[in-house]
T-cell receptor, first 116, second 115 residues
Framework: KAGVTQTPRYLIKTRGQQVTLSCSPI?????VSWYQQTPGQGLQFLFE???????NKGNFPGRFSGRQFSNSRSEMNVSTLELGDSALYLC???????????????FGEGSRLTVL | AQKVTQAQTEISVVEKEDVTLDCVYE???????LFWYKQPPSGELVFLIR??????QNEISGRYSWNFQKSTSSFNFTITASQVVDSAVYFC????????????FGTGTQLKVEL
């Protein structure tokens, strides 16, 4: 079956702009998580959505937001971009059958954002 | 707060050698999950194993094996008879039970397997 699809794969923005990244989970998966990966901070959890509700959030400023649609597709938005936002943004999906189920995560290949 | 330490930044081995990747974790919670993920150059993280904190039984899957020791808070990963295709960055991660897929990752170990 098709894996997790993230778009766009690469993008370049300038400081102050905003960006929207998209993630299509594996069919049937209802949980979508977002992670930021940078050389300095490593992999950090941004937030997780399940059935259109954000049920967990990491320690990121309010400039980072997300949402999930009824078809489980998710978007994340970063406003007022800063140089430090340059990173690989990874989306992961899982079944998430129980409210707090810990499931195997399936990751996409990521969206690489460069902020100039 | 949780913490995962992978002290080995980079390991280089020759094909067919065995290699062990170390992982040490810190948490005050008594129930948690531990994970290993592989990240090839393409970027996506590939799930390798999940281990429940109540299950200290070691596991073997083909050339891969995992040694979970609660007494030392370690969850080490061994690749037997390494192959060039094993070259990747390997991440150890921890999630508290009820954590809603919020994983705390280590900094990763870059494994290079050469001919």
């Amino acid at each position: 079956k098709a894996g997790v699809t993230q778009t766009p794969r690469y993008l370049i923005k300038t400081r102050g702009q905003q960006v929207t990244l998209s993630c299509s989970p594996i069919s049937g998966h209802r949980s979508v998580s977002w992670y930021q990966q940078t050389p300095g901070q490593g992999l950090q959890f941004l937030f997780e959505y399940f059935s259109e509700t954000q049920r967990n959030k990491g320690n990121f400023p309010g400039r980072f937001s997300g949402r999930q649609f009824s078809n489980s597709r998710s978007e994340m938005n970063v406003s007022t971009l800063e140089l430090g936002d340059s990173a690989l943004y990874l989306c992961a999906s899982s079944l998430g059958l129980a409210e707090w189920n810990t499931g195997e995560l399936f990751f996409g290949e990521g969206s690489r954002l460069t902020v100039l | 707060a949780q913490k995962v330490t992978q002290a080995q930044t980079e390991i280089s081995v020759v094909e067919k050698e065995d290699v062990t990747l170390d992982c040490v974790y810190e948490t005050r919670d008594t129930t948690y999950y531990l994970f290993w993920y592989k990240q090839p150059p393409s970027g996506e993280l590939v799930f390798l194993i999940r281990r429940n904190s109540f299950d200290e039984q070691n596991e073997i899957s083909g050339r891969y094996s995992w040694n979970f020791q609660k007494s030392t808070s370690s969850f080490n990963f061994t690749i037997t008879a390494s192959q060039v295709v094993d070259s990747a960055v390997y991440f150890c991660a921890l999630e508290l039970t009820g954590g809603g897929n919020k994983l705390t990752f280590g900094t990763g170990t870059q494994l290079k397997v050469e001919l």
